[in-house]
């Protein structure tokens, strides 16, 4: 019999993410810089005559086109006992179209650690009150954490506060730990600059709009599977 860690990695999983509209050039070039559209789970050809070349970005993006591109909100959970994914999707509609909408502040690529993602320029209130009710609202859908979810975040290296909002929340980073972010590229340290003049060049227009905020329902059969939006809402809106 296979144990229940086992099984619980072959269990579909699911999270709440903000994503940009579909139809935003900020969505449409992530897609191609990450390879593959989270919305249709169709790969794309990757940009090219850049500062790094098409291989090269395909082999920084591997982590971050697995979950597509996104910034987190709830983190990946399975359904706890008792919840199935249509309480799920009914609870996700009514409660974003509760919310009210907001203008994300203007966006930046920056390293954050050992990787490049999108940050907000300047805090929103508004866009952590967000995260913060995501957390809360979603939290009696969440299956508690099992030992291999748990090592997977690393606790070794969290601090006190983060490892009491892993083992009670099932992630680390939430509340005042909290930092808006949409990935780019998985850990690296070589051709920085490189990197940098390419994200520049394929990103300075997609970044000169205003973007409403929005959220996604994502759904992932397996660990092994990528991420795919299952619903999609605009805040506020009955439409998409």
């Given at each position: 019999m296979p144990s229940s860690q086992s099984s619980h990695q072959d269990s579909p999983r699911y999270a709440i993410y903000f994503v940009p509209h579909p139809e935003s050039l900020l969505m449409q070039k992530a897609s191609r810089w990450l390879g593959r559209d989270i919305f249709t789970n169709r790969s794309m050809d990757f940009p090219e005559n850049l500062a790094i070349s098409a291989d090269c970005i395909e082999k920084i993006t591997k982590s971050p086109r697995h979950y597509g591109?996104?910034?987190?909100?709830?983190?990946?959970?399975?359904?706890?006992?008792?919840?199935d994914e249509k309480a799920l999707r009914e609870i996700f509609t009514t409660f974003f179209e509760a919310q009210k909408p907001f203008i994300i502040p203007a966006l930046t690529y920056w390293k954050i650690g050992s990787f490049y993602a999108f940050i907000c320029t300047k805090t929103s209130v508004k866009l952590d009150e967000l995260a913060h009710q995501t957390v809360q609202q979603?939290?009696?859908?969440?299956?508690?954490?099992?030992?291999?979810e748990i090592q997977k975040r690393n606790p070794q290296n969290l601090s006190e506060k983060q490892r009491l909002y892993l083992m009670d929340?099932?992630?680390?980073?939430?509340f005042e730990e909290f930092r808006f972010h949409l990935t780019l590229t998985d850990k690296m340290?070589?051709?920085r600059n490189l990197l940098e003049e390419a994200l520049e060049t394929w990103f300075s227009d997609a970044l000169q709009n205003p973007?409403?905020?929005?959220?996604?329902?994502?759904?992932?059969?397996?660990?092994?599977?990528?991420?795919?939006?299952?619903?999609?809402?605009?805040?506020?809106?009955?439409?998409?």
């Open positions: 591109f996104h910034a987190t909100l709830k983190a990946p959970f399975r359904l706890a006992d008792g919840k979603f939290e009696p859908f969440r299956a508690p954490l099992d030992d291999f929340w099932g992630y680390p980073y939430i340290e070589a051709r973007l409403e905020a929005s959220v996604a329902l994502a759904f992932q059969e397996n660990r092994q599977s990528p991420f795919q939006v299952l619903d999609f809402k605009k805040l506020g809106n009955s439409g998409n």
